[in-house]
């Protein structure tokens, strides 16, 4: 596949990402008017996969999928990839579209959630990293910008000698996730970022600067899980049945005296 045609078929998935948003967009304001109305999340959902064959033969073919909203059909953007090369080129090509986009007034929250989908068997696999999620997010409220500043003021990064940290937007947040027998692997619905929970993160705040002291060091890491109620996954596990959970992507946050002794610990997300 040539480049043109690779830029072609990005700007479609791009173009069809942009209209969903668009779309969400002019529904929210529409409703806000109405109290009973909750404003939707300004999401559009991507998928890729192997439309047919297998890994390396002759005649394997992949496509890109726009993902349904609200039990709406799915929409196949893009069906004619016929090598994993190509479909990581085009992926390529829509992000650098994302990125561009972002410099646009009012598309500068636009933030993108990575998922890998993997094509062949134990011997012969290729994984492709692709943007499962791009998210036109809410500003940052005040208090995350405050609970901020203070972390990365004070904080030090768990991955090198008094290495300070650098925490940004979007990075912490919770989704629910799906599975069975005590194991999650489904993510379904929207990212809750820690950037949009004013009283959350002012609560934070307010116990990292009452628990803290002038020669307290404050260690920071980061992590990620998928979490499910210990109960929940036993039963889950005994009765082979479906399970819940979260995906969370957190902020681990330990302060010490000057002696070494723990004083206090937080999971953030």
Not at 148 to 153: H, R, V
Not at 236 to 260: A, F, M, N, W
Request: aromatic fraction near 10%; include cysteine; glycine fraction near 6%.
């Amino acid at each position: 596949m040539d480049i043109k045609k690779r830029q072609e078929y990005a700007k479609k998935v791009f173009n069809a990402v942009k209209e969903r948003i668009n779309a969400i967009k002019a529904a929210n304001k529409l409703n806000k008017e109405k109290p009973y109305c909750t404003p939707r999340k300004m999401v559009a959902d991507l998928n890729v996969g192997m439309k047919y064959g297998w890994l390396n033969a002759k005649g394997d073919c992949y496509q890109i999928t726009l993902i349904g909203e609200r039990n709406n059909d799915d929409e196949v953007l893009v069906d004619e990839i016929v090598s994993v090369y190509d479909l990581n080129e085009i992926i390529s090509e829509v992000v650098k579209l994302v990125n561009e986009q972002k410099k646009v007034k009012g598309w500068s929250t636009l933030n993108v959630a990575y998922d890998t989908a993997h094509f062949g068997n134990g011997y012969v696999e290729r994984s492709v990293k692709y943007p499962a999620k791009i998210t036109l997010c809410e500003k940052p409220c005040k208090e995350y910008t405050a609970l901020q500043k203070f972390i990365n003021k004070n904080g030090i990064s768990n991955l090198g000698w008094k290495r300070p940290m650098n925490l940004g937007n979007y990075e912490l947040f919770c989704s629910a996730m799906g599975g069975k027998r005590g194991v999650l692997w489904d993510e379904y619905g929207d990212r809750l970022y820690l950037d949009n929970k004013p009283n959350k993160c002012q609560e934070i705040l307010d116990n990292l600067r009452a628990k803290k002291g002038a020669r307290d060091t404050m260690t920071c890491t980061r992590g990620e899980e998928n979490w499910i109620d210990p109960i929940d996954r036993k039963y889950s596990e005994l009765h082979e049945v479906e399970c819940d959970g979260e995906k969370r992507s957190y902020l681990q946050i330990t302060i010490k005296t000057p002696t070494g002794r723990p004083k206090y610990d937080i999971k953030i997300y």
